[in-house]
């Protein structure tokens, strides 16, 4: 088959890849559409020890189950692959999971005609959903399980609340997109590249503003919620300052993690500060029924290229070069 594999770093080959074999209680699937993920882009900078070239890269697939069980039924995949048994996953907490391993991290993962991965992390599509709209079930998942983790803490509903998003890439596209669904009426985006501001801009139709151009533009405690779905020292600190007393942030992104914290504002003014990883099979099956259903919209910020381009695809993502939140390569 053919796959694009990441061979070191910066470098992905296109190229043949012996087909994978389904072991018993797994599923051999067709891929359809996969997207880049932010980890995928670090993995491809050389910074995610845990991916290892020469790897087969990619976590975000739709497809066809082609062997193994549900044969014929077009799924997505819970990624991490959990152990069904541990504390988290009895609690549907399983992204928590102490056993968990991960496609295209642990294991090869969606760069390729076909994958296998445990039967058990097989989602079934709703009926009538586009390639395009499954590949996104699990960034959609991500911006959800933020939304719902703010939800448990915030003292008015969601619709009332002033919000504010840092990151215009995919998870803060997705979440500004699920919020306005929501009925979320002001919600204000952070973004540092112009393309991506516009694209945000024009398909959530929200303020969005660029924080190192204009420091002032996300006012001291002026929002009710702060979604950071980039997690540098600098989101972080302006995720508080931005903060209204009683408020939420909620921290999604980890593009690094060392950093001191206001932790007088925290506390005098009783912030509620939330740490969010991926998404539970329940948030993955919500998110796919909602992409089914449209609550995120038209998708038609997502660009579509095909696998065997998906070496230029990383480079431009790398240099800024496209307005996409969220590239699909495609093996056929
Ligand atoms: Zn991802
Ligand atoms: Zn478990």
Redesign the pocket.
């Known amino acids: 088959m053919k796959a694009l594999v990441y061979t070191g770093t910066k470098e992905m080959t296109y190229r043949d890849e012996p087909e994978p074999q389904p072991a018993p209680g797994e599923v051999l699937i067709r891929v359809d559409a996969v997207g880049i993920c932010g980890s995928d882009m670090h993995a491809y900078h050389g910074h995610d020890p845990r991916r290892v070239p020469p790897l087969i890269l990619g976590h975000e697939l739709a497809g066809e189950v082609i062997a193994g069980p549900g044969k014929g039924r077009r799924v997505t995949v819970n990624p991490l692959i ?9 609690q549907g907490r ?1 992204n ?5 391993t991960m496609i295209g991290m642990t294991r090869a993962g969606g760069y390729a005609e076909f994958v296998t991965t445990a039967a058990s992390s097989v989602i079934e599509l709703p009926e009538g959903i586009t390639p395009r709209a499954a590949a996104l079930t699990e960034p959609a998942a991500t911006a959800l399980h933020a939304i719902n983790t703010a939800m448990r803490s915030l003292v008015r509903p969601i619709p009332e609340c002033r919000v504010l998003v840092i990151g215009g890439g995919a998870i803060g596209m997705l979440t500004a997109l699920l919020l306005k669904s929501y009925g979320c009426r002001h919600v204000i985006v952070a973004e540092t590249n112009k393309l991506r501001r516009e694209s945000v801009a024009k398909a959530a139709d929200c303020e969005v503003f660029d924080p190192v151009a204009e420091p002032g533009r996300a006012a001291a405690n002026s929002v009710d919620l702060v979604i950071d779905a980039v997690g540098m020292k600098a989101t972080r600190a302006l995720s508080l300052t931005a903060v209204k007393p009683g408020g939420t942030f909620v921290h999604v992104g980890l593009a690094d993690w060392a950093s001191e914290i206001d932790m007088r504002k925290l506390t005098l003014a009783e912030i509620t500060l939330a740490g969010v990883y991926t998404y539970s099979t329940a948030d993955l099956r919500a998110a796919a029924k909602g992409l089914g259903e449209g609550a995120f919209g038209d998708l038609a910020w997502v660009e579509e290229r095909p696998l065997s381009e998906g070496a230029a695809a990383f480079q431009d993502l790398d240099a800024g070069r496209t307005a996409s939140a969220k590239i699909l390569l495609l093996p056929r």
Request: hydrophobic share 20%; aromatic share 14%; glycine share 6%.
């Open positions: 959990t152990c069904g048994y541990c504390e988290y996953c009895v399983n928590l999971c102490a056993n968990r």
